[in-house]
Nanobody
Framework: QVQLVESGGGLVQAGGSLRLSCAAS??????????MGWFRQAPGKEREFVAT???????YYADSVKGRFTISRDNAKNTVYLQMSSLEPEDTAVYYC???????????????WGQGTQVTVSS
């Protein structure tokens, strides 16, 4: 059974940085061949795309985080990261990692999801 476990969330002041991690246990998918994505959901809002990284390390970001967030992966550790800098109160949300066969901003193809980690940015 595939498990994705996020960590690294917390409380940070505006302008600060955090690094989220998502560790995957391989079951029915091979991490190195998977596209990994980060999504977030703020209270009362829909879950939205943040960033994705393909098996070949190509990346794609939401406009709202471009230039501030960086997604990366370490296949030897079955882990994907989200480095977040210049954080804003609007970045406050539960952040989820997910795995899919293709790198996309759409939620549909992501078959496996983590439980989420809370990020709170104070003004």
């Amino acid at each position: 059974q595939v498990q994705l476990v996020e960590s690294g969330g917390g409380l940070v002041q505006a302008g600060g940085s955090l690094r989220l991690s998502c560790a995957a246990s391989e079951g029915t998918f091979t991490f190195s061949r998977a596209a990994m994505g980060w999504f977030r959901q703020a209270p009362g809002k829909e879950r939205e795309f943040v960033a994705t990284i393909n098996w070949n390390y190509s990346t794609y970001y939401a406009d709202s985080v471009k230039g501030r967030f960086t997604i990366s992966r370490d296949n030897a550790k079955n882990t994907v990261y989200l480095q977040m800098s210049s954080l804003e109160p609007e970045d406050t949300a539960v952040y989820y990692c997910a795995a899919a066969g293709i790198a996309t901003a759409n939620r549909g193809p992501y078959k496996y999801w983590g439980q989420g980690t809370q990020v709170t940015v104070s003004s």
